[in-house]
């Protein structure tokens, strides 16, 4: 599901894929008693506004199943999340920008830290530092890519 969910990206009108991460095995957050995440982190280059951008993310993760009832962080067929845009710092009821926690999940970190090493994250600081700082988790890089 997770290539399914980078091809929709790639399919987005006036935005280009630009790059994406090698995929995350780790555990789940939140319930437990569900199988463990595959994660991945894309970097699109969009002339889409955040708004209308986090609203296509929304249509893609509908189109492959998703249904947002049911426990926070429970099963769920895709997650597309909108962690930057810019230096854009956002508290706007929808659309919080950068992404909350994006700073202390290791599983996203590190997928970003692959495409953009150098990146910081506004408010936080550089992506390579906060990655050092997550606390211990169960994460592997798949060998299988996209």
């Given at each position: 599901?997770?290539?399914?969910?980078?091809d929709?990206?790639?399919d987005?009108?006036?935005?280009?894929?630009?790059r994406?991460?090698s995929?995350?095995h780790?555990?789940?957050?939140?319930?437990?008693?569900?199988p463990?995440?595959?994660?991945a982190?894309?970097r699109?280059m969009?002339?889409?506004?955040?708004h209308?951008?986090?609203?296509?993310?929304?249509?893609?993760?509908?189109?492959?199943?998703?249904?947002r009832?049911?426990p926070?962080?429970?099963?769920?067929t895709?997650?597309?999340?909108l962690?930057l845009?810019?230096e854009?710092?956002?508290?706007?009821?929808?659309?919080?920008?950068?992404h909350?926690?994006?700073?202390e999940?290791?599983?996203?970190?590190?997928?970003l830290?692959?495409?953009?090493?150098?990146l910081?994250?506004p408010g936080?600081?550089?992506?390579?530092?906060?990655?050092?700082?997550?606390?211990?988790m169960r994460?592997?890089r798949?060998e299988?890519e996209?």
């Open positions: 599901m997770v290539c399914a969910g980078m929709a990206l790639a987005l009108p006036n935005t280009y894929l630009d994406s991460s995929l995350y780790s555990a789940p957050m939140g319930v437990m008693t569900q463990d995440f595959i994660n982190v894309c699109v969009t002339d889409l506004d955040p209308t951008l986090l609203g296509h993310l929304l249509a893609i993760e509908e189109r492959y199943g998703r249904v009832e049911g926070k962080w429970g099963p769920r895709l997650d597309l999340d962690l845009y810019d854009i710092v956002s508290t706007a009821p929808t659309l919080v920008l950068p909350p926690g994006l700073h999940r290791a599983f996203v970190l590190y997928p830290l692959e495409i953009e090493p150098v910081s994250v936080h600081g550089p992506v390579a530092e906060l990655a050092a700082k997550c606390p211990p994460l592997q798949l299988h996209c």
